[in-house]
């Protein structure tokens, strides 16, 4: 069964702060990797995802994530963080098979004082 | 497009109770998953179905069950509530039973009193 570990449960910023949010996972196989927002009063919603190619995707709002496949991470990150970054942010991962399921790390808050 | 629905929004129950939870996923999903969002516990995956049959089951015991219409709404039941019920319950929905992205519904606010 796949697992996944987010390092920082909660995260305070400065804004224009770089951002770096640590996820690792636990798999045998491919999978497909993926890192979700909440911001404050909304539902959750994609930020970026990895299925193949380049391993360094861009999301919407600036961020960015590597997947490093030897270290089984795939970190989030931001160069310059902004107050409305303010979030809940949630690592996932999916087995790359039909019946795959996603499993979510436990969150990272981010905080950004202005 | 409207997106996934959830009804209620709320829902206050008392131990021992039964709960049904409804979801309308956005039109031509046929992939709806559960989870449930506990403070510092992230999500956790309850079940998913695609046409009907429950495709994965999460580590949750017998009481949590889920079923899959032919319109692909989907509603999950609880039933002999627990205080450790107490979540939000997250329905989301993707196009096909692939490695797509979730489309999540705002969720449903369970407390067991």
């Known amino acids: 069964a796949q697992s996944v570990s987010q390092h920082n449960h909660h995260v305070i910023l400065s804004e224009a702060a770089s951002l770096e949010l640590g996820c690792n996972y636990s798999?045998?196989?491919?999978?497909?990797l993926f890192w979700y927002v909440q911001y404050p009063g909304q539902h959750l919603q994609l930020l970026l995802k990895?299925?193949?190619?380049?391993?360094l995707v861009k999301g919407i709002k600036g961020f960015e994530a590597e997947f490093i496949k030897s270290k089984f991470s795939f970190n989030l990150r931001k160069p310059s963080v902004q107050w409305s970054d303010t979030a809940e942010y949630f690592c996932a991962v999916r087995p790359n098979t039909n019946a795959g399921k996603s499993t979510f790390g436990d969150g990272t808050t981010l905080t950004v004082k202005p | 497009k409207a997106g996934v629905t959830q009804t209620p929004r709320y829902l206050i129950k008392t131990r021992g109770q039964q709960v049904t939870l409804s979801c309308s996923p956005i039109s031509g999903h046929r992939s709806v998953s559960w989870y449930q969002q506990t403070p510092g516990q992230g999500l956790q995956f309850l079940f998913e179905y695609f046409s009907e049959t429950q495709r994965n089951k999460g580590n949750f015991p017998g009481r949590f069950s889920g079923r899959q219409f032919s319109n692909s709404r989907s509603e999950m039941n609880v039933s002999t509530l627990e205080l450790g019920d107490s979540a939000l319950y997250l329905c989301?929905?993707?196009?096909?039973?692939?490695?797509?992205?979730?489309?999540f519904g705002s969720g449903t606010q369970l407390s067991v009193l």
């Open positions: 989301a929905s993707s196009p096909r039973a692939t490695n797509e992205k979730l489309f």
């Open positions: 798999y045998g196989g491919t999978v497909n």
């Open positions: 990895y299925f193949s190619g380049d391993p």
